[in-house]
């Protein structure tokens, strides 16, 4: 079988079940909820309608830190999203039937990689829009420049979707190495939530410690994106080491050695 017919089973499987809209609504909600918050939050400091003690944000590159949001603090849904097209497969025992219909595992792989790139750029639209819309029009209600007449402002909307769609191919290589579902996202949730962030808000503190940090796969998607919300608290910093090209380079990177393992660990391995 062709790596075309297999990917037209890899989407009738994932469409066929409620993970996928469960997860974009997690997503849009989840996005959303926080674009708008912070969008009130920041647009009423920024104009004065709101009276605070801390130093006044600056109104101008507000609105790239805010449609950044999805990459930034959204990608976790995307990456958990990958992690369960595989992992779902072994606990469900689907993946036997999988490999007796084609028994070339590789092609199994490439069609998870070309499903998982697809489903990537929809949710990586999905979420664009799920931070851009509330930010955008409460930044407008506050008088705000929102500078979506801007190319720039475009260019980091379309990388957005771009790291987004990468972290579904990370997750892919997390679930081919980690069979066990719960284990892979429990890990998953350790890493995207606890430890990476401990380690960017040290490496603004540490000297030399920022060099290291720069390479984790948040901050290289930070790069990627060209602007993060944890900018603002200064965890961000390390993410501006990088150009968008490297940073999207590194997370590429990182999700070619998870797959490469997964593959070399576990994917030619008996599954029973």
Do not use: C
């Not at 939530?193 to 603004?204: D, H, M, S, V, W």
């Amino acid at each position: 079988m062709t790596v075309a017919t297999v990917t037209r089973s890899e989407f009738t499987k994932f469409f066929s079940t409620s993970l996928w809209w469960v997860l974009g609504l997690v997503l849009v909600v989840y996005i959303a909820f926080t674009a708008g918050a912070l969008a009130f939050a920041f647009g009423a400091v920024s104009s004065g309608t709101l009276p605070s003690e801390a130093a006044p944000l600056p109104a101008e590159g507000l609105a790239p830190l805010l449609y950044s949001l999805a990459a930034s603090v959204g990608y976790v849904i995307p990456l958990i999203l990958g992690t369960l097209m595989v992992t779902s497969e072994f606990r469900h025992k689907t993946l036997t039937a999988t490999f007796l219909a084609t028994p070339r595992r590789r092609t199994v792989l490439w069609a998870k990689i070309v499903a998982g790139f697809v489903v990537g750029v929809g949710f990586g639209i999905v979420g664009a829009l799920s931070s851009v819309g509330p930010a955008a029009g409460l930044l407008a209600v506050f008088g705000i420049e929102t500078d979506l007449r801007l190319g720039s402002t475009w260019a980091l909307i379309a990388r957005v979707v771009l790291a987004l769609t990468i972290w579904v191919i990370v997750g892919i290589g997390v679930g081919a190495l980690v069979r066990n579902q719960v284990a892979a996202v429990v890990g998953v949730l350790v890493f995207t939530q606890f430890l990476e962030p401990i380690a960017r808000t040290a490496g603004a503190f540490v000297e030399g410690l920022d060099t290291v940090t720069t390479y984790l796969p948040g901050a290289a998607s930070d790069a990627l994106v060209g602007a993060s919300i944890f900018e603002i608290a200064g965890a961000g910093s390390d993410a501006s080491g990088l150009e968008w090209w490297a940073g999207g380079a590194v997370l590429l990177a990182y999700a070619a050695v998870l797959l490469v393992l997964g593959y070399a660990l576990n994917w030619r391995r008996d599954v029973s």
